[in-house]
């Protein structure tokens, strides 16, 4: 089974400020990474596909990029919608895998 | 779009089994799989498994083997999800999600609270 690591486990920021998140694989998996966002109360929303592609609707402030094990999801500028936790997902070995999450709280 | 709107809350006690639905909205499957995902209270997520309606074709997550069962109905467009010999550990909510084209999951139920307890 391919483990995912995230880090932080909690970053704490603004709005307006940069929030970059990481994501690393316990073995290659390629480009076959996902990103979601979860808020409370709610499911997880499709962020990031295949590494650096935005699911339909998602803004352009969500970028993602990376590969093999090493994988990040950058936030341009934070909306207040922003805060959430965030969890990566990987897709190229079975069985289908997501990290703990990152949890973007609000300085 | 998928909409995909699931069963109520269940409260089973620990031994016992739950069966949880998952029907798309307009009563017809997307052309992809539909899996399943569960979330234990302040907890991340776990895939559970996964089903191909129109082929009936299954995958669980090695953990989950001979305690889960998950089947389609194509005809009104309802997947199911069923859960025997459960512990408080189940304790969770269930998700049902639909599977893109790129394989990732793009439209996820409201989910299903699960409570096992004596």
């Known amino acids: 089974e391919t483990l995912l690591t995230q880090s932080p486990a909690t970053l704490s920021l603004s709005p307006g400020e940069r929030a970059t998140l990481s994501c690393r694989a316990s073995q290659s998996i390629n480009t076959y990474l996902a990103w979601y966002q979860q808020k409370p109360g709610q499911a997880p929303r499709l962020l990031i596909y295949d590494t650096s592609n935005r699911a339909t609707g998602i803004p352009a402030r969500f970028s993602g990029s990376g590969s093999g094990t090493d994988f990040t999801l950058t936030i341009s500028s934070l909306e207040p919608e922003d805060f959430a936790v965030y969890y990566c997902q990987q897709r190229n070995n079975w069985p289908l895998t997501f990290g703990p999450g990152t949890k973007v709280d609000i300085k | 779009q998928v909409q995909l709107v699931q069963s109520g809350a269940e409260v089973k006690k620990p031994g016992s089994s739950v069966k949880v639905s998952c029907k798309a909205a307009?009563?017809?499957?997307?052309?992809?799989?539909l899996g399943w995902v569960r979330q234990a209270p302040g907890q991340g997520l776990e895939w559970v498994g996964r089903?191909?309606?129109?082929?009936?074709?299954?995958k669980y997550a090695e953990k989950f083997q001979g305690r889960v069962t998950i089947t389609a109905d194509k005809s009104t467009g309802t997947a199911y999800m069923e859960l025997t010999s459960l512990r408080s550990q189940d304790t969770a909510v269930y998700y049902c999600?639909?599977?893109?084209?790129?394989?990732?999951?793009?439209?996820w139920g409201q989910g299903i609270l699960v409570t096992v307890s004596s």
């Open positions: 089903i191909t309606p129109f082929v009936g074709l299954t």
């Open positions: 999600a639909s599977y893109d084209s790129n394989g990732y999951l793009d439209y």
């Open positions: 307009g009563g017809t499957f997307s052309t992809y799989s």
